[in-house]
């Protein structure tokens, strides 16, 4: 399906152009239902390029969710008490969940999990550029829910008004708990500049160093570079674009830095009073496109680690399909 659906585009990568009157006819439907807001469900008629675009953008959505378990889950026989143990643990676990629903949501569509799985473990398939930076000390843990979950929600809210039946219901329960994540991320930090040591405040202030810039790429190129983003915008895809939720991010979270007492490691951050937003510094774009080319500090890691799991779990999928099978017999004896 994932090929198929690569053989209805146009050579430029764009739609092919409209075959008859009747997909004409189809199509004016489809764009009319969008247009009402109306969700589409997985055997409605939809648009070639439709379908294609939210199996890329629900897998890799799905993809980052399962990747993004490693670099916490590093962390988890290193936490410092047992409250925060078993919280990681349940994040970690929920991110899993996640990933779950999502590859679920991207099924309805006609591909399978394995489909994309191959995808991912070939490293054709994308996956969130955040999740290729390393997590040193017990602060990344916390840096990470504070700004990498809170990125996720400011992003992943809008996704529940997508126009994608399935996709939109999966985020619903998705969006709840990562703003727990977010929540327990914040707490943890605030813990650490309360109550901790100097080294302890030090430690915060590196990590929120190394993951600020990486969070704020995590929304993708700027909307003049990203090429998915008029259609998708069209189609009630996405509903918010790149740049917009941004600013969005960047203007709640430089006040809650306040609160927790770090600085962004941005000297250009600056509340501008007419455009009613932060002004904020120039992104390193290379570093993005390096980092999703590949060529990010752990992107080997991560992939190697995802294809071992997968290898080493053949045994039990093998088990779980010969069980299956046995049980079919079994009904079809009774
Ligand atoms: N990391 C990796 N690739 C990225 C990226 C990022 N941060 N941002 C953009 N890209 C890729 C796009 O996938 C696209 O490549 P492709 O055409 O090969 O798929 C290319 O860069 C150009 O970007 P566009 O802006 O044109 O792409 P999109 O319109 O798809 O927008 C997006 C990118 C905003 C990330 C969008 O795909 C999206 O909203 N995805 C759903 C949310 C998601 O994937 N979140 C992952 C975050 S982490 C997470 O959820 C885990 C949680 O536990 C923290």
Redesign the pocket.
């Known amino acids: 399906m994932y090929t198929q659906a690569m053989d209805t585009m146009g050579k430029d990568g764009g739609p092919k152009a409209v075959r008859s009157a009747e997909d004409h006819q189809l199509e004016q439907r489809f764009d009319a239902r969008i247009e009402a807001g109306e969700f589409v469900e997985p055997k409605d008629w939809m648009p070639d390029h439709y379908r294609k675009t939210l199996v ?2 629900i897998s ?2 799905a993809h ?2 399962i990747v ?1 378990m490693l670099p916490e889950g590093n962390w988890i026989t290193r936490a410092p008490t047992l409250k925060r143990k078993a919280i990681l643990l349940a994040k970690v676990q929920d ?1 899993g969940g ?1 990933g779950l629903y999502l590859y679920s949501a991207a099924e309805t569509l006609g591909t399978s999990r394995d489909q994309m799985l191959e995808a991912l473990h070939a490293g054709k398939a ?5 999740f290729n930076y390393p997590t040193l000390t017990w602060a990344d843990v916390g840096v990470i829910g504070w700004l ?2 809170g990125a ?1 929600i400011m ?2 809210v809008p ?1 529940c008004r997508c126009s994608y039946g399935p996709y939109a219901r999966a985020m619903i329960r998705i969006c709840r708990e ?1 703003s727990f ?1 977010q929540r327990q991320g914040f707490e943890s930090l605030l813990t650490m500049m309360e109550k901790g040591t100097d080294a302890q405040r030090a430690m915060v202030q590196d990590a929120v160093d190394r993951w600020w810039w990486p969070s704020i ?5 700027p909307d003049d570079q ?4 008029a259609l ?1 915008m069209k189609w009630g895809i ?1 509903r918010v674009s ?1 740049d917009e939720l941004r600013q969005r991010f960047i203007d709640a979270t430089a006040e809650q830095a306040k609160v927790l007492g770090v600085t962004l490691p941005d000297p250009e951050l600056k509340w501008n009073e007419e455009r009613q937003h932060y002004d904020f510094g120039k992104i390193d774009w290379d570093e993005f496109w390096r980092v ?1 080319a590949g060529h990010g500090p752990c992107n080997q890691e991560r992939l190697a680690a995802r294809v071992k799991a997968w290898d080493d779990g053949e045994w039990v999928r093998e088990a779980a399909l010969a069980y299956a099978r046995k049980q079919e017999l079994q009904q079809q004896a009774a």
């Open positions: 890329r953008q890799q959505h980052s969710e993004g991110e996640h994308k996956y969130s550029s955040i990498v979950d996720a992003n992943q996704i990562e994540h790429m995590m929304f993708g190129p990203s090429p998915n983003s998708s996405k790149n999703i």
